[in-house]
């Protein structure tokens, strides 16, 4: 099985994922509008920002690492298969407001982080 994982280490300085600084942006469900973080919360995760994944059934999932995701709850338990990053399990994150899927909840002994489907997210 051939894995597909594309990373980039320029933040993705040339598309609308940009790091977004100032207090008053927020990041919402492009389903109902739902506040599902903020910018300041983007973290770099291996190296970067922004992850290209397939999954083993080839969807193909551009995500973004965020440390704290308060409009994205857990819809599954947790895995350890195909992992996109080693040592963390992963759930399915949908939103708390619509229940739309918004990406994964990445869970190690000592750290957790969402990886969120960007285009699924609306950067206001």
């Not at 409009?71 to 963390?88: L, R």
Request: proline letters at 2%; aromatic letters at 14%; charged letters at 15%.
């Amino acid at each position: 099985m051939n894995v597909v994982c594309k990373q980039s280490i320029d933040l993705c300085t040339d598309n609308k994922y940009d790091t977004i600084s100032g207090e008053e942006e927020i990041i919402t469900c492009v389903f109902c509008n739902n506040h599902i973080t903020d910018p300041s919360k983007q973290m770099i995760v291996n190296n970067s920002f922004h992850h290209v994944f397939a999954n083993p059934h080839g969807c193909v999932f551009e995500i973004g690492c965020f440390s704290k995701a308060k409009g994205c709850i857990s819809s599954s338990i947790a895995s350890n298969e195909f992992s996109w990053f080693f040592g963390f399990s992963w759930q399915i994150g949908v939103c708390d407001r619509c229940s739309n899927h918004l990406g994964w909840i990445f869970s190690s002994e000592s750290d957790r982080f969402y990886g969120l489907i960007l285009e699924k997210l609306n950067f206001l």
